[in-house]
């Protein structure tokens, strides 16, 4: 896979071209030489590399639209990209595309507290809401690991969740509208502020479409109000066996935890070796959440501090204050990073499972890892048998990337085989477009074709990325009758 | 092909007054593909029939050649309570798929009304949901993936059987709420939730439409998390507020106290804590606008708008026989119901309200009413801004206009 994508040159756009670029968005938003399209040539996916033909950075939604139009005309295809933080290539250039980075867009539109609506441009970092929201008391529920960096308009395209996502949603349950460009430059509106907009659910179409379906100018999100109290808990375990029992019982006792996280031996060294002593030497570790009500949040987090006695925890930490909570919380979202200490590269996947099945297949994926030859940490969100296998290896070695890639594949295709997905939040991009076969018969695919050629008949957007193999969306069968409305000039595209 | 019945059609196998001249009943999925690849090579125009309880949403289709029932698709094809999940055929009735769950300590969180007889396909067709919609989502929201028999008689299948899953177009999504125009939906995968420990409905009366906003909000600012907030409107324009805690005994135990002592709940008199039985009476009377009388429409509007959208309705709960008004005070969406007298005076209060609704941002829609209103009256109103698109999407999943031809938005 990366080497169908690493490495192609592409012949430079024309000046002229390049300059009717720069006469939208001004010259120092047109990104074009070479040296300096190295920055955008992956995003957090790092292994994927292509140079894009031209980097622009529109400000507005009326720059939007005057550069979809003219990429249009000039036969470009249009990678949209927020902030670059994407685990699945979504935001990875396609050979000479025009790369459309909504980072410039970042205003707070406007705020509803008594709706519980906000409206924002797609640039907003994720994070920099909950920041403005809590001096009221409120906050976005979507919580990515990449909070602090990346962008709404980058958690639209991915559906992203995060750790909270078991108890309040994934980003397709906060975002209730969007204004998107289309690839001929025409802007629609989905859904909106008020719920149940009339006809298909576009809106739901667009949140997970990975760049392919238009560019968002603006974000309609639901917003929380906090919950009255939150209670953390940190309990150890001899293995992950325990833990996962741990999460059964708590799970089937009724108790819907705001989160539940796992690691295991290896994610917790490493995870040790960047925050210190303060993480123990054990097996497993479960960090969990429990919200709500202050009444509801003691029976809650007491009853589940029972249940993970009863599974076998060896000792359980409360959190005494806000910046020992904290504490916790950066060292479980950090453990992807801290991966570096163990090992100079890795492979992350995004497996789900359905969660009864965590303790087999924790076991079968080290039995993989073993048969591979290669090191495996897992480090998840539990609840909802989101799986993040991190697959170590040193690229250095002879061999031991391809072994990794192999071991990864199967740990996928586990995933697959149990009844589960192949991400559950990373997106497909273009690193599992090939296991889209697995999870998918080609008349799923088909269909879901239709849905993506209903927004973007050319394929202009992020060509290449989701599906196995590069579809076109080929001609409409049957004749069209139009609406009265649309005959008397009531109605039209936009 | 399982045909139950041919000419004369029975007058159940018709949708809003359209007779089909066949009628099918398939139960399996093949059985389902099948018959829509027979139909697709005679060119039949289908409609599809689940519980029947929401027959009235969406405008009378163009025609109709046969019409599928899906009652006989009410299989469990899978049913895991350790993962929450269950995957069920179509037909079967949200009232079975609440019994077998409850036996395991779980629920659907949709508790829309008819749950006897309004089926699982039915629910997301319409995209259904009750006063529980608070908490929960409405069944767009916990449909994790569904079964797509499409109009050329091929099965597709989207989204998956675990929670979290973003593999591929949300083809769910779209489905829900597609009334049947862009395939059968033969099955569906469904999130469930724990059962709470323990429900208390909490009611108060005297409230003003502003009181009705201001409770809401209290609630909200005290953290007090209500399963339902449900605001009905009397006779003499004042609203009863029904409000449910639900989850552990403790919590909610120890929550009620907090919301007994809010101000803003406080109507006429103090809010109360209902017994069991008239906390039931409540939530079955505040449904009634949804099952019961010949003309209902819902407002779709921001939970604060509660006082202009009393003002929209005035003239057409004026306009009903016994006219009714319910509305969900955290989801902004209201349910007017009656029975027209005048048709005419009705038609004209429903497009006032219709125009004002849709100037501030909202809709009014139909989910049922007499011919002679619905002749006057376009059930969706003007074609939504992203039209073009929609129109796309249908013409991709159907492009020979057969299923349910002309009942969905815009003609769809």
Known sequence: MAASAASRSTAPLSRELVARFQDIVGAENCIFEADQLVAYECDALPHLRCRPGLVVLPKSRDEVVQVVKLAYSAGLPIVPRGSGTGLSGGALPVEGCLLLGLSRMRRIIDIDLDNQRMRVEPGVVNLDISKRLAPDGYYYAPDPSSAQICSIGGNVAENSGGAHC??????????LGAELVLADGSVVTLGGAVLDAPGYDLRGALVGSEGTLGVVTQVTLRICRFPETTRTLLATFPSTTEAGNAVSLIIASGILPAAIEMMDKMAIDAVRSVMGGAWPEVGAVLLMDVDGTLGEVEHTAERASELCLQAGAIELRRPTDAAERDAMWRGRKSAFTAMGRLSPNYIVQDGVIPRSQIARVLREISR???????????????????????????????EEAERAERCSGEIVRLCVSSGGSITGEHGVGLDKAAYMGEMFSETDLETMNWLRCSFDPETRFNPGKVFPTPRLCGDRAGHYVPHPTEVSGQIGRG | MNAISSSPPSSRASILGVPAAEAYEPASLDACAELFARAAERKLRLGIIGGGSALGVGNPPTGLDAVVFTRKLERVVEYAPEDQVIVVEAGLTLGRLQALARQNGQWLGVDAPHASSATLGGLVAVGGFGPRRARYGAIRDLLLGVTLVRTDGAVARGGGKVV??????????VVAGSL????????VTLRLHPLPELSATFRTAGLDASGVVQAMLALRRAQLEPSSVVALRGANARFEL??????????VERDAPRLLELPELRGDSPPERLADEAAASFWQRSDTPRTNCSLRVRVNALPTQLPEVERWIEPLLAALEGGRFIWYATLGIGFVAGDPGAPHQVVAALNSARSAAAWAGGALLVDAAPSAVRAEFDAWGAPPNAFAVMRELKQRFDPEGRLNPGRFVGGL
């Open chain 1, 368 to 398: 993989l890892a073993e048969h591979w030859g290669v090191r495996v940490a897992n480090v998840f969100h539990a609840g909802d048998g989101n799986l993040h296998p991190l697959v170590l290896y040193d690229a250095s070695v002879p």
């Open chain 2, 242 to 251: 029904g409000v449910r805690l639900e989850g552990f005994r403790q919590g």
């Open chain 1, 166 to 175: 078991l108890k309040y949603g994934f980003t397709t349950h906060h975002v």
């Open chain 2, 180 to 187: 049947g125009s862009l395939g059968l939906i033969a099955e």
């Open chain 2, 164 to 173: 979290k899953n973003v593999a591929g177009f949300d083809l769910p999504k």
